[in-house]
C-alpha cells in the first residue's frame, strides 16, 4: 500500500484535469463522482463491472429493486403472481411509465429485454435458461412459463448489474450480443444519457418525465428522486486524487478510497466517510478454460495453501475494523453462512503447497496474473501474494494494466491464467459471477454443472441452503476463485451534500441527494 503522503498526492496531469473539468461544472447543480477509470460500455445486461453499473443504475431500471434489507421490491413491476406451481410468473407492469426518448414502456419492452437478456446477458441464463416461453399477455402484462419453479426469480431480476434492465423494444430486439451503441442507452431512469468524453467523464441529464415510485425510498426500491440537473462521472485512476479532489471540492463523491487513509479521513471536516453496509470480497479468478491450471485442481489447491490472507487484508484494507479474514462465501449472520470446506481457505503453508505442487505436475512455469491498479487493493493483494508464492516456489508474473484493458483482457483465455476482481454482496447463491459458467473463469464441471440445476430448481429455502453448503465444498475442492476476505470498503463524499444514509448503499446512487 502507497504512504499516506504519495497517496494524497496529486500529478500534474492531475490537477489540471480537475480544474478543467471544474471550469466545465460551473453550472448550478451538476454532481460530479470520481469513479475508478472509465468505464466500459453502459450496456448494464452485458457486463458486471460495476463502474458501468452505478452510472448505469441512472439510467436503466429493473421490474424489481433490493430495499436496504435486500427485500426484492417492486420498481417496473406493478404486482406478480405464481401459477402452475411456480413455473408461470404473470408480472404486470405499472402504466404510465415513459422511456426518455417519449415511448411508454409496455409488455412487449419487456419481453425484448428478457429475450436478449436471456441469450446474451451475463447473468440471464440464471432465469431464463429454464425459459419455455415468455410473452406479453397484455399491454402491460408478460407472461414468463419456465420448466421448473425457480426460487430466486424475483432476486434475479432485481438488480442492473449483469441484470435484466428494460430496453426499447426496438433496441432490444435488434442489438444481439454486442454492446448498444451510445444512442441506445434509453432507458427509463431519473436520468438520461447526454454524453461521454472519453477519459474526461459520462454525463447524465435529470429526466423532467420521469415518474417515481409513490412508496419511501428503501436502498435501491422506492422513489428515485432526482435533484441534480446533471451528473459527471469523472475517471480519476490515482486514488490519493480522488481524496484531494473532495478535499479540493473538485468532486462531491469519490468511490473506494483506500483503507491506510480511513483514520485520517474519519477526522477530517472537508469530508465525509461513506463506509459500505455489506461486505464485498476480493476473488482470483482461475482460468478453467485453457493454461496451466485448466482442470488442475490439486495445482490451484496448492496455490491457496501458500496463501496467509490475513497479511494481504492488512496491506489492502488497512484497519482490522475494515475486514475479517474468514472463508464462508456469505458474512457471518446471513441465512447462507457456512463453514463447508473453508478449513482450506487460508492455511499458509508454504512447505505443504511447495509439496502438493509437485505433485500436481507444476516445472515451475510462469503462472501469468492479471490485475488492475485502478483497485488498489486488487494490486496489493495480488503483490502480497505472488511474494507468499514464491516462498512455495510457485513462480507467478503479474500482468499490470488499467481496469478497462483487464475487463478485456479477461474474456480472453489465452491472456491470463489468474485475473483479480471482487465481488458485492449478493442476496442469494444463484448470483455469484462464478456461478454462471459463462462469466471469465469459466467454471465448468459435471459436478458444479448438476449443482447449479439443482439449486435453480431448489424453491424451499431450506433446500437452497443445503445445496449451497455442497456448492461451497465444492469450491474450495476445485477452486475456480480464491476469496481472499471479507472487506468494508468505504467511499467519500462532500459535507455540503445532504441524503446520504448512515452507510453507504452497495453501490453508489445519487438520486435522493441534494445540495445544502
Given at each position: 500500500m502507497k504512504s499516506s503522503l504519495r497517496m494524497l498526492t496529486r500529478t500534474a496531469a492531475a490537477m489540471a484535469t480537475a480544474m478543467f473539468l471544474t471550469s466545465q461544472?460551473?453550472?448550478a447543480g451538476m454532481f460530479r463522482e470520481a469513479t475508478i477509470g472509465e468505464p466500459p460500455p453502459l450496456d448494464v445486461m452485458l457486463t458486471t463491472a460495476d463502474v458501468a453499473s452505478t452510472i448505469g443504475a441512472h439510467i436503466f431500471e429493473t421490474l424489481y429493486?433490493?430495499?436496504?434489507?435486500?427485500?426484492?421490491?417492486?420498481?417496473?413491476?406493478?404486482?406478480?403472481?405464481?401459477?402452475?406451481?411456480?413455473?408461470?410468473?404473470?408480472?404486470?407492469?405499472?402504466?404510465?411509465?415513459?422511456?426518455?426518448?417519449?415511448?411508454?414502456?409496455?409488455?412487449?419492452?419487456?419481453?425484448?429485454?428478457?429475450?436478449?437478456w436471456g441469450e446474451f446477458g451475463a447473468r440471464g441464463k440464471l432465469l431464463m435458461g429454464n425459459a419455455t416461453s415468455v410473452e406479453a399477455t397484455d399491454k402491460y402484462e408478460v407472461t414468463l412459463k419456465l420448466s421448473a419453479p425457480n426460487g430466486a426469480w424475483k432476486t434475479l431480476i432485481s438488480d442492473v448489474n449483469g441484470g435484466l434492465g428494460i430496453y426499447?423494444?426496438?433496441?432490444?430486439?435488434?442489438?444481439?450480443?454486442?454492446?448498444?451503441?451510445?444512442?441506445?442507452?434509453?432507458?427509463?431512469?431519473?436520468?438520461?444519457?447526454?454524453?461521454?468524453?472519453?477519459?474526461?467523464?459520462?454525463?447524465?441529464?435529470?429526466?423532467?418525465?420521469?415518474?417515481?415510485?409513490?412508496?419511501?425510498?428503501?436502498?435501491?426500491?422506492?422513489?428515485?428522486?432526482?435533484?441534480?440537473?446533471?451528473?459527471?462521472?469523472?475517471?480519476?485512476p490515482d486514488v490519493g486524487t480522488r481524496v484531494s479532489g473532495v478535499q479540493a471540492g473538485d468532486y462531491e463523491?469519490?468511490?473506494?478510497?483506500?483503507?491506510?487513509?480511513?483514520?485520517?479521513?474519519?477526522?477530517?471536516?472537508?469530508?465525509?466517510?461513506?463506509?459500505?453496509?455489506?461486505?464485498?470480497?476480493?476473488?482470483?479468478?482461475?482460468?478453467?478454460?485453457?493454461?496451466?491450471?485448466?482442470?488442475?485442481?490439486?495445482?490451484?489447491?496448492?496455490?491457496?495453501?501458500?496463501?496467509?490472507k490475513s497479511q494481504a487484508l492488512r496491506v489492502s484494507f488497512g484497519p482490522e475494523g475494515l475486514w475479517t479474514a474468514q472463508g464462508s462465501v456469505f458474512p457471518e449472520g446471513n441465512y447462507f453462512y457456512s463453514t463447508a470446506g473453508t478449513e482450506a481457505y487460508s492455511q499458509h503453508d508454504p512447505e505443504g503447497a511447495k509439496k502438493l505442487a509437485a505433485e500436481a505436475g507444476y516445472d515451475g512455469t510462469p503462472i501469468r496474473l492479471l490485475v488492475s491498479t485502478n483497485y488498489q487493493a486488487h494490486y496489493d493483494q495480488a503483490t502480497v501474494f505472488t511474494q507468499q508464492l514464491a516462498e512455495a516456489g510457485i513462480n507467478v508474473q503479474m500482468i499490470v494494466v488499467d481496469w478497462a484493458t483487464l475487463l478485456k483482457m479477461r474474456g480472453q483465455a489465452e491472456q491470463w491464467d489468474i485475473f483479480v476482481t471482487h465481488h458485492g454482496f449478493q442476496p442469494d447463491p444463484a448470483l455469484f459471477t462464478f456461478m454462471n459458467a459463462s462469466y471469465p473463469g469459466w467454471w465448468s464441471s459435471p459436478?458444479?454443472?448438476?449443482?447449479?440445476?439443482?439449486?435453480?430448481?431448489?424453491?424451499?429455502?431450506?433446500?437452497?441452503?443445503?445445496?449451497?453448503?455442497k456448492t461451497q465444498k465444492l469450491f474450495y475442492e476445485q477452486v475456480p476463485a480464491m476469496k481472499v476476505g471479507d472487506a468494508y470498503a468505504y467511499d467519500i463524499a462532500s459535507p455540503k451534500v445532504d441524503g446520504f444514509a448512515k452507510n453507504a448503499e452497495y453501490r453508489p446512487r445519487f438520486w435522493g441527494l441534494k445540495f445544502k
Open positions: 461544472a460551473s453550472a429493486a433490493y430495499d436496504s434489507s435486500f427485500v426484492p421490491q417492486p420498481m417496473l413491476a406493478e404486482s406478480d403472481k405464481l401459477e402452475d406451481d411456480g413455473k408461470t410468473i404473470v408480472i404486470t407492469l405499472r402504466q404510465g411509465v415513459m422511456f426518455h426518448n417519449g415511448k411508454e414502456l409496455t409488455a412487449e419492452d419487456v419481453v425484448a429485454s428478457m429475450k436478449r426499447p423494444a426496438e433496441i432490444a430486439s435488434a442489438a444481439g450480443g454486442e454492446p448498444i451503441a451510445q444512442k441506445d442507452y434509453i432507458g427509463t431512469g431519473p436520468y438520461k444519457f447526454k454524453e461521454w468524453r472519453p477519459n474526461r467523464y459520462v454525463e447524465l441529464e435529470k429526466f423532467a418525465d420521469y415518474k417515481p415510485r409513490s412508496e419511501e425510498a428503501s436502498g435501491f426500491a422506492g422513489a428515485r428522486i432526482a435533484d441534480f440537473d446533471t451528473i459527471r462521472f469523472i475517471p480519476v463523491y469519490a468511490e473506494m478510497i483506500s483503507g491506510d487513509l480511513y483514520d485520517t479521513l474519519s477526522a477530517d471536516p472537508s469530508v465525509v466517510i461513506q463506509r459500505r453496509g455489506t461486505p464485498l470480497f476480493g476473488l482470483f479468478f482461475m482460468n478453467s478454460k485453457e493454461g496451466i491450471l485448466k482442470d488442475n485442481f490439486k495445482l490451484r489447491r496448492a496455490i491457496q495453501m501458500a496463501l496467509d459436478e458444479i454443472e448438476a449443482l447449479r440445476q439443482e439449486l435453480s430448481v431448489a424453491v424451499e429455502p431450506e433446500t437452497r441452503k443445503a445445496v449451497w453448503e
